[in-house]
């Protein structure tokens, strides 16, 4: 299985400048490869990969208006190539049908404005030296903060300077995950706004909303920048505190959600979460509290980490009626406004907590449809 292993580098001034360099020509080189395309395609001519790359790296090197794509490494033009190559061919795949998911829109062209850069480099445009160092092609040897060691040699690279000007090395490597002792213990999670999840053992964990912690702060961040002319320095240091106030948020809460999930999957052998539509759910009144849950990420780690260590991961059809039914005798009591967070059945007369028992029904479900797919008995017992 592939992997990426991210770790935080410290360039010196100098390095940064030929990073912002290599940044602005693999910028360009994408947007005039995915410009040749274009216009072979509104003139009935095919290009190759070979072709494009040629046009737009090895030629233009020898223009005027070019030549100075000869002071980067190749290697990082050659992977915005293919970059664009594969922005491409995903948008036609995905018009034909050949793309499983959501429809992706055509490439866009980049620019120098965009918040987060980033370049690509395979084995032959860096490697890792004995002193800790990670040596990057046309810029030198770069500090390194390893926090972990990689598992294997890593085939390829990328360097990237997010929002808050904070860079960063992600290594892809191959890794052999060894599966997890197994256990018997099983959960459904119910996902909610008051309290983050309900698990179906009764266990609650707390939402830390992290966002709403820190909205005084970035308020005050907000309204500083606003203030400041527009293309002084001082609205560039204003962005700049607002940016790292927004990655100290971010950071927290993905660190929180890959905690949560690491125990949620070492501690059970199934896992069963209702499939939420996060983007309708986002255009509603409750967009900054749904955001901020984080739901997807949650649940892209659990999945994640279940296929790495041998756990089952299944989602549950969104339209499953997790909140009417009884999860004792299975009668369906209809729809209820979210105010309401207790209700009795009618027919035998249990009490239940909203939360537990939608987290007992997703269980029960997608236990049931994983024992079908493995061939085993539909319906769980009661």
Same mark, same amino acid.
């Given at each position: 299985?592939?992997?990426?292993?991210?770790?935080?580098?410290?360039?010196?001034?100098?390095?940064?400048?030929?990073?912002?360099?290599?940044?602005?020509?693999?910028?360009?080189?994408?947007?005039?490869?995915?410009?040749a395309r274009q216009d072979a395609y509104a003139a009935g001519v095919k290009l190759?990969?070979?072709?494009?790359?040629?046009?737009?790296?090895?030629?233009?090197?020898?223009?005027?208006?070019?030549?100075? /794509?000869?002071?980067?490494?190749?290697?990082?033009?050659?992977?915005?190539?293919?970059?664009?190559?594969?922005?491409?061919?995903?948008?036609?795949?995905?018009?034909?049908?050949?793309?499983?998911?959501?429809?992706?829109?055509?490439?866009?062209?980049?620019?120098?404005?965009? +918040?987060?850069?980033?370049?690509?480099?395979?084995?032959?445009?860096?490697?890792?030296?004995?002193?800790?160092?990670?040596?990057?092609?046309?810029?030198?040897?770069?500090?390194?903060?390893?926090?972990?060691?990689?598992?294997?040699?890593?085939?390829?690279?990328?360097?990237?300077?997010?929002?808050?000007?904070?860079?960063?090395?992600?290594?892809?490597?191959?890794?052999?995950?060894?599966?997890?002792?197994?256990?018997?213990?099983?959960?459904?999670?119910?996902?909610?706004?008051?309290?983050?999840?309900?698990?179906?053992?009764?266990?609650?964990?707390?939402?830390?909303?992290?966002?709403?912690q820190a909205e005084r702060r970035l308020k005050k961040a907000q309204q500083a920048?606003?203030?400041?002319?527009?293309?002084?320095?001082?609205?560039?240091?204003?962005?700049?505190?607002?940016?790292?106030?927004?990655?100290?948020?971010?950071?927290?809460?993905?660190?929180?959600?890959? $905690?949560?999930?690491?125990?949620?999957?070492?501690?059970?052998?199934?896992?069963?979460?209702?499939?939420?539509?996060?983007?309708? /759910?986002?255009?509603?009144?409750?967009?900054?509290?749904?955001?901020?849950?984080?739901?997807?990420?949650?649940?892209?780690?659990?999945?994640? $980490?279940?296929?790495?260590?041998?756990?089952?991961?299944?989602?549950?059809?969104?339209?499953?009626?997790?909140?009417? /039914?009884?999860?004792?005798?299975?009668?369906?009591?209809?729809?209820?406004?979210?105010?309401?967070?207790?209700?009795?059945?009618?027919?035998?007369?249990?009490?239940?907590?909203?939360?537990?028992?939608?987290?007992?029904?997703?269980?029960?479900?997608?236990?049931?449809?994983?024992?079908?797919?493995?061939?085993?008995?539909? +319906?769980?017992?009661?």
């Amino acid at each position: 299985m592939q992997l990426r292993y991210q770790y935080r580098v410290y360039p010196t001034p100098g390095q940064q400048h030929m990073l912002a360099r290599s940044f602005g020509c693999a910028r360009v080189v994408f947007n005039d490869a995915l410009r040749a395309r274009q216009d072979a395609y509104a003139a009935g001519v095919k290009l190759s990969d070979t072709d494009v790359q040629k046009q737009v790296v090895t030629e233009a090197k020898k223009t005027p208006q070019r030549a100075w /794509l000869a002071e980067v490494a190749s290697v990082a033009l050659v992977q915005s190539v293919r970059d664009s190559a594969v922005a491409y061919r995903n948008w036609f795949d995905s018009m034909s049908g050949k793309r499983k998911g959501r429809k992706v829109g055509a490439p866009r062209f980049r620019s120098r404005k965009d +918040n987060r850069q980033a370049i690509r480099l395979t084995r032959n445009g860096f490697s890792l030296r004995p002193n800790g160092k990670l040596y990057i092609a046309k810029v030198g040897e770069v500090t390194v903060a390893w926090s972990r060691e990689l598992p294997s040699e890593p085939s390829s690279v990328s360097i990237i300077k997010d929002a808050a000007g904070r860079y960063f090395a992600s290594f892809v490597v191959e890794t052999t995950d060894v599966a997890l002792p197994e256990c018997g213990a099983e959960v459904g999670i119910d996902l909610g706004l008051t309290t983050f999840a309900v698990l179906s053992d009764g266990e609650v964990i707390e939402s830390p909303k992290f966002l709403r912690q820190a909205e005084r702060r970035l308020k005050k961040a907000q309204q500083a920048l606003s203030h400041k002319d527009k293309g002084s320095r001082n609205r560039a240091k204003a962005r700049m505190r607002v940016a790292k106030a927004h990655a100290t948020v971010a950071d927290a809460r993905k660190d929180w959600a890959h $905690k949560q999930s690491t125990v949620i999957i070492r501690e059970n052998q199934a896992v069963f979460v209702e499939d939420l539509c996060v983007t309708g /759910l986002a255009r509603t009144r409750l967009a900054k509290s749904v955001h901020d849950a984080g739901w997807a990420m949650f649940t892209r780690m659990v999945e994640e $980490k279940a296929a790495r260590y041998g756990r089952t991961f299944v989602k549950v059809d969104r339209w499953f009626p997790s909140s009417q /039914l009884c999860s004792v005798c299975g009668m369906k009591d209809g729809p209820k406004p979210l105010s309401i967070r207790e209700w009795q059945c009618a027919a035998c007369g249990v009490v239940h907590d909203r939360d537990l028992n939608a987290a007992k029904n997703i269980h029960a479900a997608g236990r049931a449809e994983w024992l079908n797919a493995c061939g085993g008995t539909v +319906n769980p017992a009661v």
